[in-house]
C-alpha cells in the first residue's frame, strides 16, 4: 500500500523560502495524482495544490503567487516551495495521495503524517 | 470559493450514542461530490466518506453519510472512545478544494 513520508527544515525564517519533499513508497510517482495540504496549530484544513507526474499542476488561488509544486520521479517524490513565508505560514504540513479522474480531483486518501513548520527569526 | 460551514463546533455524547454532525455549503455541491474525514489526536486526518455516502476501504459501518444540494450530514452510531476526534467535510465539485472548520466529537 502507498505511504508517504514529509520531510525538510522545521524552522523557516521570515521571507525565506519554505521547502518540504515528500517520499512515496509502496508504488510509482507515475501511477497518480499528489498534493500538498497544510493546517496551521489548532485551526482547520487548508489545500495547497496538486500536481502529476508529468508537470500539470492547479494551485489554490491563496497561494498561487508564491507556491510552486514539482515531481522527480527519479526518487519518487513531489516537493512543496512555499515563497516570502510569514508567521502566518506557520502549520503542520501534510502530503497526500489525491484520486482524480476524469477530469476532476477530489479526495485525499492516504495522508503523510505531517510536518510541523515555524516561520520565526 | 464554495465557503463549508459545520456545526455544531463541538459535541460531547455518551458511549453507546448516536453522533449527527452537520455540513452545509455556501452553493449546491453537484454529484455529491463531498467526503468527511476524521483527524484524531496528533494524527493525519483519515477519509472515512466519499460522494456523501460511501464509506471508504476499511472504515465500519457505524460511520454513515447522508444528504445532498447544500445539507449534507455524517452520523456516527455506537460511539466508543476510538471516535474521539475532529471530524471535517471537504468539497470537491469546484476549485479551490476546501473544508468545513471541524466538529470535536467527545466521550462523556
Known amino acids: 500500500q502507498v505511504q508517504l513520508q514529509e520531510s525538510g527544515p522545521g524552522l523557516v525564517k521570515p521571507s525565506e523560502t519554505l521547502s518540504l519533499t515528500c517520499t512515496v513508497s509502496g508504488d510509482s510517482i507515475t501511477s497518480y495524482w499528489w498534493s500538498w495540504l497544510r493546517q496551521p496549530p489548532g485551526k482547520g484544513l487548508e489545500w495547497i495544490g496538486y500536481?502529476?507526474?508529468?508537470?500539470?499542476?492547479n494551485y489554490s488561488p491563496s497561494l498561487e503567487s508564491r507556491v510552486t509544486i514539482s515531481v522527480d520521479t527519479s526518487k519518487n517524490q513531489f516537493s512543496l516551495n512555499l515563497r516570502s513565508v510569514t508567521a502566518a505560514d506557520t502549520a503542520i504540513y501534510y502530503c497526500a495521495r489525491i484520486f482524480c479522474s476524469g477530469g476532476g480531483c477530489y479526495w485525499f486518501v492516504p495522508w503523510g503524517q505531517g510536518t510541523l513548520v515555524t516561520v520565526s527569526p | 470559493e464554495t465557503v463549508l460551514t459545520q456545526s455544531p463546533g463541538s459535541l460531547s455524547l455518551s458511549p453507546g450514542e448516536t453522533a449527527t454532525l452537520s455540513c452545509r455549503a455556501s452553493q449546491t455541491i453537484n454529484n455529491n461530490y463531498l467526503g468527511w474525514y476524521q483527524q484524531k489526536p496528533g494524527q493525519a486526518p483519515r477519509l472515512l466518506i466519499f460522494?456523501?455516502?460511501t464509506r471508504a476501504t476499511g472504515i465500519p459501518d457505524r460511520f454513515s453519510g447522508s444528504g445532498s444540494g447544500t445539507d449534507f450530514t455524517l452520523t456516527i452510531s455506537r460511539l466508543g472512545p476510538e471516535d474521539i476526534a475532529v471530524y471535517y467535510c471537504?468539497?470537491?465539485?469546484?476549485?479551490?478544494?476546501?473544508f468545513g472548520g471541524g466538529t470535536r466529537v467527545e466521550i462523556k
Open positions: 471537504q468539497q470537491y465539485d469546484s476549485l479551490p478544494l476546501t
Open positions: 460522494t456523501a455516502s
Open positions: 500536481v502529476y507526474y508529468s508537470g500539470i499542476t
